[in-house]
């Protein structure tokens, strides 16, 4: 762990700008994989972002939609 911190906001734009490095999805046409989403999807990823998808027992309905 750093002996120091930095802002937030700076600690956001350093983990932004290098994830920009990795490839763009919309350029990823020859695997299967989803290049775009509507934004509903958008919304029910975010609502369900801190579920542990693993702990079955304790989220059985999003393990029966996963199913």
């Known amino acids: ?3 120091n911190s930095i802002p ?5 734009q350093v983990i ?5 490095l ?7 046409l020859a695997s ?3 290049t775009l989403m ?3 999807c958008d919304k029910l990823i975010m609502e369900s972002i801190n ?3 693993v702990d079955m027992d304790e989220y ?3 393990t029966e939609l996963h199913v």
């Open 8 to 12: 937030k906001e700076a600690a956001y």
């Open 60 to 62: 059985p309905v999003t």
């Open 22 to 28: 990795d490839f763009k999805p919309k350029l990823n």
């Open 32 to 34: 299967f994989v989803t």
């Open 38 to 40: 509507e934004p509903e």
């Open 51 to 53: 579920k542990n998808y």
């Open 16 to 20: 932004h700008d290098e994830l920009l």
């Open 1 to 3: 762990m750093p002996e």
